[in-house]
Nanobody, 125 residues
Framework: QVHLVESGGGLVQAGGSLRLSCAAS????????AAWFRQAPGKEREFVAV????????TYADSVKGRFTISRDNTKNTVNVQMNSLKPEDTAVYYC??????????????????WGRGTQVTVSA
């Protein structure tokens, strides 16, 4: 497993942007798929975006497609998500996750064995 730490959350007005970063420990991180999930109060955790081990493949939830961009730098063991045109419904705790068993990526939380503690994103109307 790898250890993940998120950063970059905060408060932003609707229409604004934020960039979340996830720093991973462990030399094997470059062989893991990485993803972002989010959980709003009173709701289940939901998939946001995933990137394959090489960065060659990405998948997005329909709700963020065209607004969010996931990327990774395997030389720095980081995964980022650029979030533009933010909406109040994007308010949630955002979690970084990594999967060794699904290196090409997955949208299912159960496929990810490593999780960060999360970072709060709040979008005001």
């Amino acid at each position: 497993q790898v250890h993940l730490v998120e950063s970059g959350g905060g408060l932003v007005q609707a229409g604004g942007s934020l960039r979340l970063s996830c720093a991973a420990s462990g030399r094997a991180f470059s062989s893991y798929a990485a993803a972002w999930f989010r959980q709003a109060p009173g709701k289940e955790r939901e998939f946001v975006a995933v990137i394959s081990w090489s960065g060659g493949s990405t998948t997005y939830a329909d709700s963020v497609k065209g607004r969010f961009t996931i990327s990774r730098d395997n030389t720095k063991n980081t995964v980022n998500v650029q979030m533009n045109s933010l909406k109040p419904e994007d308010t949630a705790v955002y979690y970084c996750a990594a999967s060794r068993t699904r290196p090409l990526g997955s949208t299912r939380a159960s496929d990810f064995g490593s999780w960060g503690r999360g970072t709060q994103v709040t979008v005001s109307a």
